[in-house]
């Protein structure tokens, strides 16, 4: 199959290759495999896309599958070579975060810099969780003295 996946657990990073010729079919049902196994929004992911591949996918058909993918609020980053799939990526990631709930997307050359984007919005997400185990002295409660 020219889509494989697997999980990198020292990086908690879903990982998705794509060789040889794609089709909107064959995308497709891998997303419904991996929503079935329950894959789908878990972990950050990183896709990569080999430099031979071929893409048999429309811009309409990228637009359709960016619509309706649940929205998910994890990082995703895309990594192709080619200008031409860079273009289409570059699609998706524009259509999907125009829906409410998507997390951050990035289509990049290498892989290298996909991961340090990942790092970085990773770094930011910490930033903006806030913090359970601190409390501001107003939250609390009053001790009589």
Known sequence: ???RSWLDEEFDLFNIAIEGTITHEMVSAFVELLRLEGRIG??????????DT????????????????????L???????RTDLFGVLRMYEAVSELKSGTGPRGVFHT?????IWIE???????AETPD??????????????
């Open 75 to 81: 990082i995703v980053a895309f990594v192709s070579g």
């Open 42 to 51: 878990r972990h950050d992911t990183i896709v990569e896309v080999a430099g």
């Open 54 to 73: 071929a893409s048999a996918i429309s811009y309409e058909q990228v637009q359709s599958l960016a619509r309706h993918l649940p929205s998910n609020p």
């Open 1 to 3: 199959m020219p889509i």
């Open 132 to 145: 359970s185990s601190k409390t501001n002295e107003r939250d609390q409660p009053e001790h009589p003295s």
């Open 111 to 115: 892989r290298e810099e996909a991961l």
């Open 120 to 126: 970085t919005e990773r770094v930011k997400r910490l």
